[in-house]
């Protein structure tokens, strides 16, 4: 929501509403009805908890996209792709009990690896920070799980695993690995991918994830963990997921994705002329490179803005910015220096567009500077 001018513009979270005018558009398509009488024990009829539609369509748009190989995969629902997050983690620790297992992210990592390792505070895991501070590390009774965010929330790179040993096991997030986030270079085949419908389809709300699984004892640790969390996934968020990937498959497969890469790209455009004049701001590079599903070079979409504020004196950056009326999130919480900032440019056009006035403003008070929009 768009404040008064009088009030900090909050630019912090992640709501994918970038994509509202394309729902819009499709209203009536993706639109259901449920009678009351419908669906009302907890499992399907084959007396599964999980929607095997849902998931026919699941394995189809992998395919269609290229982004995720589901072939000699399971497939395992979540409550977004939160919580398949620390299924993975409490899944995969079980494989050591002699020791905690070790939980790193390469900086700058998701907040919420760190947030969601340390609240549960497990005795089989804990959150160890920075996975290249453990590289040389040979020690075969340490058993590390290394998150790896690709495209990387908040600097939109498309990432690695840093750790290479028989001891790590590795959870590849890949909620932004859309074609209107990144370029599609190949599918990814992984042991663990976790995906979620909020950056795929923009609708957060729904609360649906699911992770593609190689190895079966891990999927079944991974499904007893969100049974026992949640006894499976709602089937109203299952069929209003369904129903969205009916749209996203239909005709000819490229119109989200057309719609969400174009208006993450202009966005992207705006912001980087704006701060291309600044001398006191910065963000991150992100090279062209060529999607295997466009066919085609794309330039940057990214998701987020990776701001930094380049003067000595503003070392603490989103200070700065919140006394300019724009609240991001502080890089600390990224595990990375006070003079980043994270900026969401996932939300509505007008939020958007208030963002741009605001860092237009910061950037014309620079002596010599004129603005450009």
């Given amino acids: 929501m768009v404040q008064a001018l009088t009030f900090p513009f909050l630019t912090e979270g992640g709501d994918p509403l970038f994509l509202e005018p394309f729902w819009m558009q499709n209203a009536a398509s993706s639109a259901m009805l449920v009678a009351g009488w419908h669906r009302m024990s907890y499992g399907f009829p084959n007396q599964s908890l999980i929607s095997q539609l849902l998931e026919d369509h699941i394995r189809k748009l992998h395919s269609t996209v290229g982004n995720a190989v589901t072939k000699g995969r399971f497939i395992v629902f979540g409550v977004g792709s939160t919580q398949l997050l620390n299924a993975a ?45 453990r590289k040389n ?52 085949d992984e042991d663990l991918m976790v995906f979620s419908l909020s950056k795929l389809t923009g609708h957060a709300g729904t609360r649906f994830g699911w992770a593609l699984i190689k190895d079966e004892a891990l999927n079944q640790r991974m499904l007893t963990y969100v049974i026992m969390n949640t006894l499976g996934i709602s089937k109203e968020t299952q069929l209003r997921a369904l129903q969205h990937l009916k749209v996203v498959l239909e005709g000819g497969r490229r119109e989200l994705f057309d719609f969400g890469y174009t208006t ?34 794309k ?45 969401s440019l996932l939300e509505s056009q007008d939020e958007f567009d208030t963002l741009l006035r605001q860092i237009n403003k910061l950037v014309t008070k620079e002596d010599g500077v004129k603005s450009i929009i």
């Fill in 89 to 133: 983690v409490h899944a995969l620790s079980l494989d050591n009990s002699s020791a905690p297992a070790k939980v790193v992210a390469s900086l700058p990592f998701y907040p919420v690896y760190q947030q969601q390792t340390d609240f549960f505070r497990s005795v089989d895991f804990q959150f160890q920070g920075e996975a290249a501070l």
């Fill in 299 to 343: 330039d940057p979409s990214p998701a987020y803005a990776w701001l930094k504020c380049e003067r000595e004196d503003d070392k603490e950056c989103h200070t700065v910015l919140k006394e300019a009326g724009i609240i991001g999130r502080e890089g600390s919480r990224f595990g990375a220096e006070s003079s980043y900032v994270h900026l």
């Fill in 264 to 297: 993450m790209k202009q966005r992207w455009e705006r912001l980087s002329n704006s701060l291309s004049v600044s001398k006191r701001f910065s963000v991150q590079e992100i090279a062209p490179r060529y999607c295997n599903f466009s066919k085609t070079v």
């Fill in 137 to 188: 590390k040979s020690d075969s009774s340490l058993n590390f799980i290394e998150f790896v965010n690709s495209p990387n929330n908040p600097d939109g790179q498309l990432r690695k695993a840093v750790l290479q040993d028989p001891h790590v096991k590795v959870i590849h997030d890949y909620a932004y690995f859309w074609p209107h986030f990144t370029p599609i270079p190949a599918p990814a």
